[in-house]
C-alpha cells in the first residue's frame, strides 16, 4: 500500500518513526503490565490471549502509523493524550490505578511522537 497522498515524503520519515516508537511504547507498556500488574483472576492461558491480541493490534495500528495515514495519526495522538491527561491527573488525585506511574511514561512519550508526525513538528 502506498502512504496517504496528504503526507509528502519529507515528512513520511517522521510518520515512520513515530510509528516504530508508537510499536516501542506500546511492547513497553505490555512487559510493564506483566511485570508489575498482578493475574487479576485469570489464568496464564488467558493473559496469553489477550497479551496476543494486544500485541496485534498495536502492530496493526503501527503498521496503519508507519504507511503514513494521517487520520489515523491523528486519532492516535489524540487519544494518547487523553489517556496521558487522564492517567496524570488520577496520579496527581491519588486515585490512580497501581500500574499508572510505571505506563505514564509510555504514554507521553508515543502522544509526543504521534503529535510530533501529524502536526509536522521538528
Sequence with gaps: MEPDVQVPA??????????????????????LTWWKL???GLNYLEMAGFTALALAL??????????GKRGLTLALAALY?????????TLWTGTAFPL????????????????RAVWDRP
Aim: glycine share 6%; proline share 7%.
Design 38 to 40: 498482578p493475574p487479576l
Design 81 to 89: 493524550a487523553g489517556r496521558s491527561l487522564f492517567a496524570a491527573w
Design 10 to 31: 519529507v515528512q513520511l520519515r517522521k510518520y515512520r518513526q513515530a510509528a516504530w516508537v508508537f510499536l516501542a511504547m506500546n511492547l513497553a507498556y505490555v512487559f
Design 100 to 115: 499508572v506511574p510505571w505506563v505514564l511514561p509510555t504514554l507521553v512519550i508515543a502522544a509526543g511522537f504521534l503529535a
Design 58 to 67: 498495536f502492530g496493526a495500528l503501527s503498521w496503519g502509523v508507519y504507511q
